[in-house]
Every structure is written in structure tokens, then in C-alpha cells.
């Protein structure tokens, strides 16, 4: 029988699922990593999430047929390296699509109507306050939102802010598509449009840094900037320095360029900025699927299967 390696702990029902196929190691990396490392020249397959892949865990893994991803992005996967031992390497692109795109209509409420900052106030003692002019947030409807990344889950917030807000919706991609609800836009033009600007493109080498100061600059002085894409795809330095300089009005961030974030980070600072723990997908049902997903995935490659969701490198 092969053996897996967990390297996050998978649900109970997904790991009953896992163990019928293969000999099951849970080793969470984040809670002993030198456990994890160990484990590695008897994995025939790794599942996690988040963990870089790269020549030097390799190195350790040569057993390795399948690594699957409990995520839908994989900048964590070295794709070259993975590629050339002939390692097949999966994700989970459908099951979270509708829970991602909630959390972020969630953080865009939450960053324009100030309902985390309200909710403090009001546990601290300070109801008048929160009542004040200078407290009050910004409206959502009938805005209009610009999204830069608009795929699978781009599309699905499209949906939501457009039939449930009124809102008017253009998007950026490198290529224009067929029958969505929004409208194509330039880079620049989509900036000095919106109210509402989501970042939503996979991190790769051409989107590192992606948006920059000059992008900010670009940005409505009311703006709200929300990332749900990977941090490293805005250039954190710069949103910083817009939120504090007032370049723009608010930030709702799931992501950061480092993960944990840093608890000296001068975004968890500033009360302009919403800021979230990575949690677009982490409702206890999508958690589930996405594991089982994986399962299935790292599954197939193991039983000499192409699996449904191998990454294309
Ligand atoms: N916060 C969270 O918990 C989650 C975060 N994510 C992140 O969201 C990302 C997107 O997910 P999903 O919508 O499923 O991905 P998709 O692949 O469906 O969509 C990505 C879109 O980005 C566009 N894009 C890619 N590169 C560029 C570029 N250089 N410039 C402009 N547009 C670009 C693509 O269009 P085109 O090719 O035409 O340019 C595509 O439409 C994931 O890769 C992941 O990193 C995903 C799930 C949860
Ligand atoms: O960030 C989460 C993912 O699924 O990608």
C-alpha cells in the first residue's frame, strides 16, 4: 500500500476515505515541522495546504507521485521542479467558488459599512462614538466595482454585487470573456472607475507586485481596495503608505505577503483596514469538500489515474 502524508489534518471522514487507499501519516508541518521533514522519503503522496513544494523538499521525497493541494491557488508548488521528476500536482478550482465569493462580498460590507470597527466599539464601551458623522461608513449599492482577476471566483462576486447590490461591475483579465456579467476594462481605466477594486488573479511571477503606488495613485480618494488573491499580488508597502497618506479610503485584506502575518504588520494598525486571516474558504462544509476533493485527487494519481484536477504545468 502507498503512503500518504497529511501534512494539515484532514477531516475525519475524508482521512476513513484516504486510509482505504493508502497508509495515512497526519504530520502538521505548522505544529512540528521536523516530524513532517522525516516523514517525507516514504510519502508516495503529500496533502495539505499552503506548504512550499520546492527542489529541496524534493530532495527528501523521492518517492513522491502526487502532491494535492487543499487550495485552489499553488504558488506554493515549485511546478518546474514538480514537473520535471513527473510528479503530479492537484488543486480544488470548483468546490469553494460560491464560499470564496461570499467571504469577499462579506469583507467589502465589512470594510465600507466599518462593522468590525462598530463591533469593538461597541464591546469597549464607546456606543456614542460609533453614532458619530465621522464613524459612518460608505454605501455598497449601486457602486461600482472593479475586479482585476476575474475567473471562477471573480465571476461569482460579478454575480452577487451585481443581481443583490445594484452594482455595476467592470473587470481586468488579460483576455476578454464571453458572456459575463460585467464589463471589460484597462488596467487604468478600471482604477479611476471604481469605488470597489478586488484583486483576484492567481500569484504568479507576472503578477508579483502587481499593484503598486502608481496603481493607488490611480484609485478614487473613496475607494475601498480588497484583496482576496495572494498578498505578494499588491505590493503591501505601498497599500500601507495609501491607506495612512489617504490616497485611498479603506482596505479589506484576506491575504498577506507574509503568512501568519507579522503581529507588527502597520496594517493590523490601521483602522482603515479590515483584515481577516485567510479565511475565504473556511466554512466547516467547504473545508470538507475541499479536502475530499484533494483526496480523491492524490487518490487517482496513486492508482495510475490522470486526476481530474491535475495542475496543468
Ligand atoms: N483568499 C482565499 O481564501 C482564496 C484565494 N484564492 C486565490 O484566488 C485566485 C483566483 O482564483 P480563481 O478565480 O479560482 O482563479 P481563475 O484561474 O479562475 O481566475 C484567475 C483570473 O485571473 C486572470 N489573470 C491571470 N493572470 C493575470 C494577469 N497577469 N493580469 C490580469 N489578469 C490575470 C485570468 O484571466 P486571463 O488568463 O485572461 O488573464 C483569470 O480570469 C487563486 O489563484 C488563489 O490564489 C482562491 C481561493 C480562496
Ligand atoms: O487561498 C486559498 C486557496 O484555495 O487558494
Redesign the pocket.
Known amino acids: 500500500m502507498p503512503t500518504i502524508v497529511a501534512y494539515t489534518k484532514p477531516p475525519e471522514r475524508v482521512l476513513a476515505f484516504l486510509e482505504q487507499h493508502a497508509e495515512v501519516k497526519i504530520r502538521p508541518a505548522h505544529q512540528d515541522e521536523e516530524a513532517f521533514l522525516q516523514a517525507l522519503p516514504e510519502a508516495d503522496g503529500l496533502i495539505g495546504a499552503g506548504y512550499p513544494v520546492n527542489e529541496k523538499l524534493l530532495e527528501m521525497a523521492p518517492r513522491l507521485k502526487v502532491v494535492s493541494n487543499v ?5 506554493n508548488l515549485d511546478m518546474k521542479a514538480l514537473t520535471a521528476r513527473g510528479i503530479t500536482a492537484t488543486n480544488t ?1 470548483y468546490v ?2 460560491d464560499t ?1 465569493a461570499d ?1 469577499i462580498m462579506g469583507m467589502m460590507l465589512a470594510a465600507a459599512r466599518r462593522i468590525p470597527q462598530a463591533d469593538r466599539g461597541v464591546k469597549e464601551g464607546r456606543w456614542k462614538d460609533k453614532r458619530d458623522e465621522s464613524f459612518f461608513g460608505v454605501n455598497v449599492h449601486h457602486k461600482t466595482l472593479g475586479i ?7 465571476e461569482e462576486v460579478a454575480r452577487r454585487a451585481s443581481a443583490g447590490f445594484h452594482m455595476d461591475v467592470l473587470y ?4 476578454e ?1 464571453q458572456n459575463v456579467e460585467a464589463v471589460y476594462a484597462g488596467l487604468d481605466e478600471l482604477l479611476e472607475a471604481s469605488d470597489f477594486v478586488l484583486l ?5 511571477a ?2 508579483k507586485h ?1 499593484i503598486r503606488r502608481e496603481h493607488f495613485r490611480k484609485m478614487k480618494k473613496t475607494a475601498v481596495f480588497l484583496n ?3 498578498g505578494a499580488v499588491v505590493k503591501e508597502t505601498d497599500l500601507i503608505e495609501a491607506l495612512e497618506t489617504k490616497e485611498i479610503l479603506a482596505a479589506g485584506i ?2 498577506y505577503e507574509q503568512e501568519p502575518v507579522d503581529p507588527g504588520n502597520p496594517l493590523l494598525a490601521l483602522d482603515s483596514a479590515v483584515t481577516l486571516p ?5 466554512t466547516a462544509e467547504t473545508r470538507e469538500a475541499m479536502y475530499q476533493d484533494a483526496a480523491e485527487q492524490c487518490a487517482a494519481a496513486l492508482a495510475g489515474k490522470v486526476p481530474e484536477h491535475k495542475i496543468e504545468g
Not at 483576484?200 to 504568479?204: D, E, N, R, S
Request: hydrophobic letters at 35%; zero cysteines.
Open positions: 487550495s485552489t491557488g499553488y504558488d478550482p469553494l467558488i470564496v467571504t482585476i482577476g476575474m475567473g471562477k471566483i471573480g481586468h483579465n488579460r483576455s470573456k483576484m488573479t492567481p500569484l504568479t507576472e503578477t502587481f482576496a488573491a495572494r484576506d491575504v485567510h479565511i475565504g474558504s473556511a
